[in-house]
């Protein structure tokens, strides 16, 4: 007899909410939250990108990417800049603030992405990590395909 399978999403979602809980509580001291943390991580390795990149990157729209992004700069955590070849858009950069707490940040989702693999051998984790990355290829490619078509 065959193992009933759990579907994905509920593996995925249960992953998510705990993700969402653990970063709100380990980066609260930051006055930021698991709906703020990732636009500095992508500021970090994208530095002077616009907002509408970080839309695309973070698969999210344009209002609530205005909202989190006003919210980094009265923090004082992002800083933006007239874009040179479009003055109509900004380049968005990491403050010296920022910049000093990504080396924690970083240390902090190390810990959970450890806490997530304990029990997991390094070829299950090389697995599952291809594994996802294929899963997330596959609805970036459907939701790239559905956009074009409406």
Do not use: H
Request: aromatic share 8%; charged share 30%.
């Amino acid at each position: 007899m065959q193992k009933a399978r759990i579907p994905i999403t509920k593996l995925t979602g249960g992953i998510y909410r705990n993700t969402l809980e653990y970063t709100n509580e380990v980066f609260k001291k930051y006055s930021l939250g698991s709906g703020t943390y990732p636009y500095l991580m992508i500021l970090y390795n994208k530095e002077g990108i616009s907002q509408n990149q970080i839309s695309k990157e973070l698969a999210v729209d344009k209002a609530l990417s205005a909202r989190v992004i006003k919210k980094l700069i009265d923090l004082d955590y992002i800083r933006k800049e007239t874009n040179t070849k479009d003055s109509r858009a900004y380049c968005l950069y990491l403050t010296d603030k920022a910049k000093a707490i990504i080396p924690a940040m970083k240390e902090e989702l190390g810990i959970w992405n450890e806490i997530m693999t304990q029990n997991l051998t390094e070829e299950e984790k090389d697995n599952i990590t291809d594994i996802l990355s294929k899963v997330l290829g596959n609805i970036k490619k459907y939701r790239l395909e559905n956009e074009e078509s409406d």
